[in-house]
């Protein structure tokens, strides 16, 4: 009864290379042996068989880790709300800590984005805003947006970098002066990583902000950027009318 395999086959089938008959693989249960396939062939030709199906596979399971990668990276870029324009940008970027200031088309925000873009690879938090979009985002909780002001804020503070794009270039009211101020102090705080980009130096962004709004306020923005950023001046021509 030893000898016995319960369920094997009358003919063994023949490797389609070599002709060689398959030996049958056998698992032993409580006692009873019992056939659960064949075994593979171990000529040349059925080994060479096995490693590219094997490479196959692996390619396979490659490209849906980078596709899941990929999927996982857009996410975070999307929650990032990093412009579309920009998520390709791998230049070498600038610190990010950097108050990135010259004329229009020159590539500031390019250069923050790819800062930005890479500090999202490396699994960090980052928020894309202007000044336009954070009032935008505040206004919209009046009205039955997600969340409320104090959500909005804690978001900007909370994350790794973010980086404030072409302050400056609106001028901002008492409300969103304040609300400005209250994203600038809440990361000074936290000696969080901020990067701006600015068609201003920082001395003209005081008066800038300063326009329609509380002076006192603007200067202490503009003082608490001056400490947590470095200046990095970028000059040329404008890129998009070349």
Excluded at 28 to 54: K, P, Q
Excluded at 120 to 145: E, M
Excluded at 171 to 189: H, I
Aim: aromatic residues 4%.
């Amino acid at each position: 009864m030893e000898g016995i395999v319960e369920g094997l086959p009358g003919e063994a089938p023949t490797c389609p290379h070599c002709g060689s008959g398959l030996a049958p693989r056998v698992v032993t249960l409580s006692g009873r042996r019992i056939f659960v396939g064949w075994m593979a062939c171990t000529c040349a030709a059925a080994r060479a068989e096995e490693d590219a199906r094997d490479a196959a596979e692996r390619a396979d399971e490659a490209r849906r880790a980078a596709a899941e990668d990929a999927g996982r990276l857009s996410s975070a870029l999307d929650r990032a709300r990093i412009p579309q324009r920009y998520r390709d940008a791998s230049d070498a970027g600038v610190p990010a800590d950097a108050y990135v200031f010259g004329p229009v088309g020159v590539g500031k925000t390019h250069a923050a984005c790819a800062t930005a873009v890479a500090r999202v690879r490396a699994g960090g938090t980052v928020r894309f805003a202007t000044p336009l979009d954070v009032a935008a985002r505040v206004r919209s909780t009046y009205h039955g947006g997600a969340g409320d002001e104090d959500s909005v804020v804690s978001d900007l503070v909370g994350c790794d970098l973010l980086v404030l794009d072409d302050l400056g270039r609106e001028r901002e009211t008492a409300w969103s002066l304040a609300l400005l101020w209250r994203v600038v102090d809440g990361r000074y705080g936290r000696m969080a990583d901020t990067l701006v980009t600015s068609n201003y130096s920082r001395s003209e962004l005081a008066s800038r902000l300063a326009s329609e709004g509380d002076e006192v306020m603007a200067r202490a923005v503009v003082s608490r950027l001056a400490e947590m950023t470095v200046p990095v001046m970028m000059g040329g021509k404008d890129r998009r009318l070349t």
